[in-house]
Nanobody, 122 residues
Framework: QVQLVESGGGLVQPGGSLRLSCAAS????????MGWYRQGPGQEREVVAT???????DYADSVKGRFTTSRDNAKNTVYLQMDSLKPEDTAVYYC????????????????WGQGTQVTVSS
């Protein structure tokens, strides 16, 4: 079993900042990639930022220049620093990890956190 536990969501005014954290634990052999997704009211889940094992980072156009993701590989933890928040950033934010649970080439899977609510409102 693999668990992803997120923290750091909440209510913030437009222009404010929040920092999300996601720690992965359990049967982890090697993490391939970790990332953040979000789902706003009445919308489909969309990618926000991803980071692979080589350190390459990719951001959605809507958050470039405002959000920064980073990883602590020793702690199997990924962070999302969100600055200059806008009301349209309001969503449930989900952490994702693609990882190997064993040495076999097919022993991998996608795992999700429970989600954390981010609300940007005055």
């Amino acid at each position: 079993q693999v668990q992803l536990v997120e923290s750091g969501g909440g209510l913030v005014q437009p222009g404010g900042s929040l920092r999300l954290s996601c720690a992965a634990s359990g049967n982890i052999f090697r993490i391939i990639a970790m990332g953040w997704y979000r789902q706003g009211p009445g919308q489909e889940r969309e990618v926000v930022a991803t980071t692979n094992s080589g350190g390459a980072v990719d951001y959605a156009d809507s958050v470039k220049g405002r959000f920064t993701t980073s990883r602590d590989n020793a702690k199997n933890t990924v962070y999302l620093q969100m600055d200059s928040l806008k009301p349209e950033d309001t969503a449930v934010y989900y952490c994702n990890a693609r990882l190997y649970t064993g040495v076999g080439p097919h022993q991998w899977g996608d795992f999700w956190g429970q989600g954390t609510q981010v609300t940007v409102s005055s």
